[in-house]
Nanobody, 115 residues
Framework: QVQLVESGGGLVQPGGSLRLSCAAS????????VGWYCQAPGKQRELVAS???????TYADSVKGRFTISRDNAKNTLYLQMNSLKPEDTAVYYC?????????WGQGTQVTVSS
């Protein structure tokens, strides 16, 4: 059974940094595209960043230059380095793995950016 477990969220001041991690199990992690999504209260879940099995990355315009997605296939772990955080980055962040035709989600980790 595929499981994704996120960690690293928390409360941070504007301009601060956080590093999210997502540990995967039950799958050959290296074969698939994985990504981070966020969902703010009252809004739809949206893509933050994704990375393919070959290492190609995609970012939402709102995070380009501030966030970096990476993966460690040896550790079955996905990361999101978040710098220069803004209050509008406040959301629950979810890890996702696309194993077409299905996709799996983690339980989410809360990121709050506030002074």
């Amino acid at each position: 059974q595929v499981q994704l477990v996120e960690s690293g969220g928390g409360l941070v001041q504007p301009g601060g940094s956080l590093r999210l991690s997502c540990a995967a199990s039950g799958t050959i992690f290296s074969l698939y595209t994985v990504g981070w999504y966020c969902q703010a209260p009252g809004k739809q879940r949206e893509l933050v960043a994704s990375i393919t099995s070959g290492g190609t990355t995609t970012y939402a315009d709102s995070v380009k230059g501030r966030f970096t997605i990476s993966r460690d296939n040896a550790k079955n772990t996905l990361y999101l380095q978040m710098n220069s955080l803004k209050p509008e980055d406040t959301a629950v962040y979810y890890c996702n793995i696309k194993m077409i035709p299905v996709a799996y989600w983690g339980q989410g980790t809360q990121v709050t950016v506030s002074s």
